[in-house]
C-alpha cells in the first residue's frame, strides 16, 4: 500500500471528545480532507469542524446503513469511534460490524478502527471486570483484526485502543470527578493501590495521524496507547507541585462511591438508547463497577517504549500533562488550573464529554 493512500477520510464519531482532536490533527496541514458524520450539523461542536476548514459534515447517523454508504462513497480512508453509551453494548456490536463491512464493499483503503480494551477478556473472563463499553468495543477490535487476515490487502484495518481520558481527571460529570473540600481538591474513587492508563485527547490526533501515515506498519496493528499508569496518590501529589494547592485522594469502597454524585445515574442504563427491559443491558452502576474493577487491579498495561518510538514527543507523565494543561488554561483565559476546578467553575464548564452536552439525549 502507499504510504499517501489515504486523501478524504469518513469520519464517525468526529464530534466527540476523541473526535475532535483526531480531526483536527489530520486537516491541519491539508494533506487530508475528512467528512465528518453528525446528526446535528448546527450543533456547537460540529461547527467547531468546520471552522477547521477541510472540513465537511454528513447529516445522518451511523445506525443507518444508507447514510454509512453515502459517507463512506468517495473516501479513501475511515475512522470510525462509535458511541457506545448513545447505543448500548448490543446495538454497538452490530454498528461496528456493518461499519467495517460497508466500508470494505463501497472501496476504502484503510479503516481505523476506535477501540477500548476488552477487559473481560484480559481479565481472565471474571464478569468482575464486565464494562459494557470497553468489551462491546474490544470484541469488535478483535473481530477486525482477525477479518484483517483475509481483507488486508484489499482494504488495510488498525485498531486504536484508547482509554480514560487525562481530561476526565479535572471534569465535571465524569466517573473520576474531583470535589474542592474544605481548600483541598478531593478525588474520591474506588481505585484502592491500582492505576489508570490515562490517555491525553491531544495525543490522540497524533497516533490516529500516524496510524493513516504510516499504512504499511500500521495494517493489522492494534494500537494502545496512554500517558501512563496514573495511581491517584500520585496524581494528587503532581497537582500540588503544579498549583500550589492542597490535594489527595481517598480510596473509597463501591458502596460509598454510588451514593456520592452518581448516585441518580446508577440504576439507568449505560447506553441511553439501550433498553432497559433487555437483560443484556448493563446499568450504570454494573458498567462502572466493572470499570473501576479493571484499574483497581492493574488488568491493563501499555507498551511505553513502542508509544516513544511513534510519539518521540508525547505526554509521558501526569505532571507534564498538568502543567501543559495549567498553562492552556490561562493561554485561553480560562484560568489557572486550580480556578477551573473549582465546583461552581468546574460545573459551568464546556461539557468535556458529548454524553454530558447531549443531556444523555439524542436518537440512533
Known sequence: ??????????????????????????????????RALSRDPDSR???????????SILKGSFADEAILREGFRGCDGAYINLDGFNTGEKTEIYWAIR????????????????????????????????????DGKGRIGEWILFQNQTNGDRMGAAVFTTGPYMEMAISAMTPMMPLVEDGVLTWRVPLGNGTVPHVALDDCGHYARWLFDHPERANGMAL?????????QKLAEAFERVTGHAARYIDT?????????????????????????????????DN????????????????????????????????QWLRLEDERGRQQRKGSLWERVQTDNLLKSTPLLKLTEDGRKGAL
Not at 45 to 55: D, E, I, P, Q, S
Not at 297 to 307: E, K, P, T
Open 1 to 34: 500500500m502507499s504510504s499517501q493512500i489515504a486523501s478524504r477520510i469518513f469520519v464517525v464519531g468526529g464530534t466527540g471528545a476523541q473526535g475532535l482532536p483526531v480531526i483536527r490533527t489530520l486537516v491541519a496541514d491539508g494533506k487530508y480532507s475528512v
Open 45 to 55: 461542536r460540529a461547527k467547531a469542524l468546520l471552522a477547521l476548514g477541510n472540513v
Open 99 to 134: 461499519c467495517y463491512e460497508i466500508a470494505l464493499e463501497e472501496g476504502i483503503r484503510f479503516f481505523v478502527y476506535g477501540n477500548l480494551d476488552y477487559a473481560l477478556k484480559k481479565a481472565g473472563y471474571d464478569s468482575r471486570f464486565r464494562t459494557g463499553h470497553y
Open 224 to 232: 494502545e496507547v496512554a500517558i501512563e499508569q496514573v495511581g491517584y
Open 253 to 285: 469502597d463501591l458502596d460509598t462511591y454510588w451514593n456520592g454524585p452518581l448516585k441518580m445515574a446508577a440504576r439507568l442504563p449505560a447506553g441511553y438508547n439501550a433498553d432497559p427491559n433487555d437483560k443484556s443491558t448493563m446499568s450504570f452502576r
Open 288 to 319: 462502572f463497577t466493572g470499570f473501576w474493577n479493571i484499574w483497581k487491579h492493574n488488568v491493563i498495561q501499555r507498551d511505553y517504549a513502542l508509544l516513544d518510538e511513534i510519539h518521540p514527543n508525547r505526554i509521558r507523565t501526569v505532571e
